[in-house]
C-alpha cells in the first residue's frame, strides 16, 4: 500500500484572473493626495457638490474614523496603511454617460473586454459601470424606467426631487459608529448607485452595477441605496475586478438594501478583486414584514477579505437567504461569511455556504444568529461545509448563536473535511474515472451559488473556479 | 474579592467583539486551600507538592493559573503507576463555608497502560463563598482516565479548570454535570499529542433563576488518528445565562483524524440567554470535523408524538429536561452522589 504523503494530489488549478488582469495608464485623471486629513475629505465633499448636510456628515464621519480602533479578531490588515491609499480618483471624464459611444475609449474598452455591453444588451434592464471612483456609465431600459423604477448614480440624485429620501436611508443601516471602515466609508465616500422601486412593481430581469478599479494605491467606496418598495421585486447583481499591482488597493464600499412589506430583492455578487486588495466592504438589509431579501454571494479575489452581508429581520415573517462560495488560494486569506437578527416574531433565516481552500489560502466561515426576546415563533438554520484540497492551507469556521427567546427553532450544522473516498468510489462505479470523479465533486460543491445565479453569471463563475484534475489521491 | 478582573476562558479564534462571547472577563480574589476529603484507592499514590503553572495549559488559562502562583498553594499530586488499574474512583468532595475561596490544585499522572477514575463533587450552601479547582491530568501511553465533576454549590463563584495532555493511545473521558452556582467558569483543553488518543465528553447542565454558566472546551488534534466528541445538554429556564465555547482545532499533520461537537439546548422560558459557539479550526486535509447545535424548542415530529401518547406540552418539556441531566447522572459511578445530585434537583 502507498504512503498517502507520497501519493501525487489532485491538482485543482487557482482561478483564471487574466481575463480581469489588464490596465490602462491613468491618464489626465484626477487624484487627490494620499492619505485621509480633514482637508482631503473637505476637497472630496468640495468635488462632489455635496449638500451641506453630507458634508457635516463626512466630517463628523472622518472624527469617528480617528478615534474608532481597529478590529483585533480578523484577519491581519497591519499591510494596509492609510498614509498610501488614495481616497478619491476621478478618471479622465467629467461628467456620466447613457452611452457606451461617449464613454472615454480605455474606460469603454475596459468594459467591453469585461462583457458589460453585451451583458446589457442581452441579459439586463440597467447597468451602472463604475471607473475607480466615479460612475461613468448609468443607463437603464425605457420599459423600466416607465414603471417609475429609479435606477441612477446617487450622487446626482442628491440634487434631484429624490434628495430627501436618501437623507432619510443614507447610513442609517449602516452608521460610520458601525467599525472604523464604515465610517472611513462615510467620510470619503463616491460613486455608487441608488435604485428605487415602487410598490408592486416587479423588474423581471436584473439590474447590474460593476466596479472597475484601475488605479494602483487606490481606494474604492462606492455607496450602493437600494429600497424596493411594498410588494416589489428586485434581482440586483454587483460584480467587481481590478488589475493586479504591487501596491495595497483598499474597497470599502457599503450597501444599504431596503426591503419593504412583502417585497423580495436578490442581491447576488460575483467579487474578484485582485491579489493585492483589502476588501473591506459593509452590506446590510433591513427587512420589513412578509419581505424576504436573498444573498447569493461568491468570493474569489482579494488579498484579504472581510465580508458579511447582514440580514436585519425588522417585521413579522420577514425572510433571509445567504447562500456563498469562497475560494481563497495562494495569498488569499478570506473572512467571509453572515449575520442575521431576528427582531420580529416568526421571522426566518437560511444560511448555506461552501468554501474551498487551496495552495497556502485561508478561507474562514464567520457568522452570528442573534435571536431576541421580540422573535418568537422563529427558526433558523446555518450550514456551512468546507473542503480541504491540501495540508498547507487552512479553513476555519467560526458560528455564533445568540438566542433570547424560549419560542424559537435554531438549528446549526458545520463540516469540515477531505473529498469523501466513497462518494468518489461510487462514482467510480458508474464509469467515471478517479480524476473526473473527483473534478466533479469539486465542481459540485461549489455549485450552490452557481444554480442560483442567471445563467450567464453562473457561466461566468464556473469559468472562475475552472477545475483541471490530474493525478489521484486514492 | 480584588479589584483588579481577571481574563479567562478564551476562544483560539476570536470573533465579533460585540457578540461578548471572545472570553470571561471576573474579579480576581484571594483564596485559600480547600477543606476537601480526598477518598484515594490503594492503588493510587497521593502527595503534596508545590504549584507550578507551567506544566500544562488549561482551559481557563495563564491567568487563572497566577491565582494558584501567587496562593502559594500545594497541589495535591495522585500517580498511579503503569500496567495498574483501579476499578475504584479517587472521589474528591468539597463544601464551600465561612465566605471563604476554596482552592484545590490537582495534579493527576496516569503511567502507561494504566488506568483509573476520578469523581469531584462540589456542593454548600454559602452564598457568599466560592471554588476554585483546577484538574491536569497526563495521560502516558495506552493510559486511560475518567474524569465525573458534579458542580451542585449554591455559592458565587465557582470556577472548575480541567487539562490534560495525552500520549498515544491514551483515552480520557470527561463527564460534568451543572446544577447549582450562581456563577460557573468551566471548561477543559485537551492537547492530543500521541496518535490515536481521545478525548470524550459529555456534559449536563440545568441552569435557572439568574445563575450563569461560562464554559470552553478546546481540543487540539496534533496526532495521527485522534478523535474528539463532545455532546452537550442542558436546559435553561427563568433569567439564565450559559455561553458554550467548543473548539476542535486540527493541527498540521493530524492525518485521519476525526472530531466532533454537539450541542442541544431546551429553553424553557422567555427570559433565558443563549450563547453558543462551536468553532472548528483546521490547517490538514485529510480529517474530518463536524459540529451541530439545536437550539430553543423540541422538533415537531417528537413533539407529535409525545402529544399522541397522552403528555401535555409542559409535562413533555419536563421529561426531556429530565432527560439531558440523567443521561450524564445514571452513569456516575457512586450511589451517594447520585442521591445528593437527586436531592439538589428537588430543592
Redesign the interface.
Known amino acids: 500500500m502507498k504512503e498517502?504523503e507520497t501519493e501525487e494530489k489532485t491538482y485543482v488549478e487557482d482561478i483564471d484572473r487574466s481575463i480581469y488582469d489588464f490596465r490602462y495608464d491613468e491618464k489626465d485623471s484626477y487624484r487627490v493626495d494620499e492619505g485621509l486629513t480633514e482637508e482631503i475629505v473637505r476637497q472630496i465633499s468640495e468635488e462632489k457638490n455635496d449638500p451641506q448636510w453630507m458634508r457635516d456628515f463626512r466630517l463628523e464621519s472622518l472624527k469617528i474614523f480617528n478615534k474608532t480602533e481597529m478590529?483585533?479578531?480578523g484577519p491581519d490588515i497591519s499591510g494596509l496603511d492609510m498614509d498610501n491609499i488614495v481616497t478619491y480618483v476621478r478618471p479622465n471624464t467629467d461628467r456620466m454617460h447613457a452611452n457606451w459611444d461617449e464613454v472615454p475609449t480605455d474606460i469603454k474598452d475596459t468594459f467591453e473586454r469585461l462583457g458589460i455591453p453585451q451583458a446589457e444588451r442581452e441579459s439586463l434592464a440597467g447597468v451602472g459601470a463604475q471607473y475607480d471612483s466615479e460612475l461613468v456609465y448609468h443607463n437603464v431600459k425605457d420599459e423600466v424606467a416607465s414603471q417609475g423604477v429609479i435606477y441612477t448614480d446617487l450622487e446626482s440624485a442628491l440634487h434631484t426631487e429624490h434628495a430627501d429620501r436618501i437623507r432619510e436611508h443614507f447610513m442609517k443601516l449602516v452608521p460610520p459608529t458601525d467599525h472604523k471602515f464604515a465610517a472611513l466609508h462615510g467620510a470619503v465616500w463616491s460613486g455608487g448607485s441608488f435604485v428605487y422601486v415602487p410598490s408592486g412593481v416587479s423588474v423581471e430581469i436584473p439590474l447590474q452595477s460593476y466596479f472597475r478599479l484601475n488605479a494602483p494605491g487606490a481606494g474604492q467606496f462606492e455607496h450602493t441605496l437600494i429600497i424596493v418598495d411594498e410588494g416589489a421585486y428586485l434581482h440586483f447583481i454587483e460584480g467587481c475586478s481590478a488589475p493586479k499591482y504591487n501596491v495595497a488597493n483598499l474597497h470599502a464600499g457599503c450597501v444599504e438594501l431596503f426591503v419593504g412589506e412583502g417585497a423580495t430583492l436578490r442581491y447576488s455578487t460575483i467579487e474578484n478583486w485582485s491579489k493585492n486588495m483589502y476588501n473591506l466592504n459593509t452590506k446590510r438589509a433591513r427587512v420589513e414584514k412578509n419581505g424576504k431579501v436573498e444573498w447569493i454571494s461568491g468570493s474569489f479575489g482579494s488579498h484579504i477579505s472581510y465580508l458579511y452581508p447582514m440580514s436585519v429581520l425588522a417585521g413579522e415573517n420577514a425572510r433571509a437567504e445567504f447562500t456563498s462560495v469562497t475560494f481563497a488560494g495562494e495569498g488569499q486569506n478570506l473572512d467571509t461569511g453572515t449575520?442575521v437578527l431576528h427582531n420580529a416574531p416568526n421571522t426566518s433565516s437560511y444560511v448555506n455556504t461552501r468554501s474551498i481552500s487551496k495552495s497556502g489560502g485561508i478561507s474562514?466561515f464567520?457568522s452570528?444568529v442573534?435571536v431576541s426576546?421580540k422573535a418568537?415563533g422563529s427558526k433558523s438554520s446555518v450550514s456551512c461545509q468546507?473542503l480541504?484540497?491540501?495540508?498547507i492551507?487552512?479553513?476555519?469556521?467560526?458560528?455564533?448563536?445568540?438566542?433570547?427567546?424560549?419560542?424559537?427553532?435554531?438549528?446549526?450544522?458545520?463540516?469540515?473535511?477531505?473529498i469523501s473516498d466513497d462518494v468518489v468510489f461510487y462514482l467510480m462505479s458508474r464509469g467515471m474515472s478517479e480524476e473526473d470523479a473527483r473534478a466533479l465533486i469539486v465542481t459540485g460543491f461549489a455549485d450552490t451559488v452557481g444554480k442560483e445565479l442567471p445563467l450567464e453569471y453562473a457561466v461566468e463563475m464556473n469559468n472562475l473556479i475552472r477545475l483541471e484534475m490530474k493525478g489521484s489521491i486514492g | 474579592m480584588k479589584d483588579n478582573n481577571i481574563t479567562i476562558n478564551q476562544i483560539p479564534a476570536r470573533t465579533y467583539r460585540w457578540l461578548s462571547m471572545n472570553m470571561a472577563s471576573v474579579k480576581s480574589f484571594d483564596g485559600v486551600l480547600a477543606d476537601a476529603s480526598f477518598d484515594v484507592p490503594i492503588q493510587w499514590s497521593l502527595k503534596d507538592r508545590s504549584y507550578s503553572a507551567g506544566l500544562m495549559a488549561t482551559a481557563l488559562g495563564s491567568e487563572f493559573d497566577d491565582i494558584f502562583t501567587s496562593s502559594n498553594l500545594n497541589e495535591k499530586y495522585l500517580s498511579i503507576s503503569k500496567q495498574t488499574s483501579s476499578s475504584q474512583p479517587i472521589k474528591l468532595t468539597c463544601y464551600a463555608a465561612d465566605s471563604k475561596y476554596a482552592m484545590i490544585p490537582v495534579y493527576v499522572d496516569v503511567e502507561k497502560n494504566a488506568s483509573g477514575t476520578m469523581i469531584i463533587f462540589l456542593g454548600g450552601n454559602d452564598s457568599s463563598a466560592g471554588m476554585a479547582v483546577q484538574v491536569r491530568i497526563n495521560l502516558e501511553e495506552a493510559s486511560d482516565f475518567r474524569l465525573v465533576c458534579v458542580a451542585g454549590a449554591s455559592v458565587d463563584n465557582v470556577f472548575l479548570d480541567v487539562g490534560t495532555r495525552q500520549q498515544a493511545n491514551s483515552s480520557f473521558k470527561l463527564e460534568q454535570l451543572f446544577l447549582k452556582g450562581s456563577h460557573i467558569y468551566t471548561g477543559c483543553r485537551s492537547d492530543l499529542i500521541g496518535d490515536g488518543s481521545s478525548f470524550d465528553t459529555k456534559i449536563a447542565y440545568e441552569v435557572s433563576g439568574d445563575d450563569r454558566l461560562d464554559m470552553n472546551y478546546i481540543v487540539n488534534h496534533f496526532g495521527k488518528r485522534t478523535l474528539s466528541d463532545m455532546i452537550v445538554s442542558g436546559v435553561l429556564r427563568d433569567n439564565a445565562y450559559k455561553l458554550f465555547r467548543g473548539t476542535i482545532d486540527f493541527k498540521r499533520g493530524a492525518k485521519d483524524a476525526i472530531g466532533n461537537e454537539q450541542e442541544d439546548v431546551l429553553l424553557l422560558d422567555d427570559g433565558v440567554e443563549n450563547k453558543t459557539i462551536p468553532l472548528i479550526l483546521c490547517q490538514e486535509e485529510d480529517v474530518e470535523g463536524n459540529h451541530g447545535a439545536t437550539i430553543g424548542r423540541l422538533s415537531e415530529e417528537l413533539m407529535f408524538y409525545m402529544m399522541s401518547r397522552g403528555m401535555n406540552t409542559e409535562e413533555i418539556y419536563e421529561m426531556m429536561a429530565d432527560a439531558r441531566i440523567d443521561s450524564v447522572c445514571r452513569n456516575i459511578p457512586d450511589a451517594g452522589i447520585i442521591e445528593e445530585i437527586a436531592g439538589l434537583r428537588k430543592s
Open positions: 498517502k478590529v483585533d479578531w449575520k474562514t464567520r452570528s442573534v426576546n418568537k468546507s480541504m484540497l491540501d495540508d492551507s487552512r479553513s476555519d469556521t467560526i458560528p455564533a448563536m445568540d438566542i433570547r427567546t424560549s419560542d424559537a427553532d435554531i438549528g446549526h450544522e458545520a463540516r469540515i473535511g477531505r
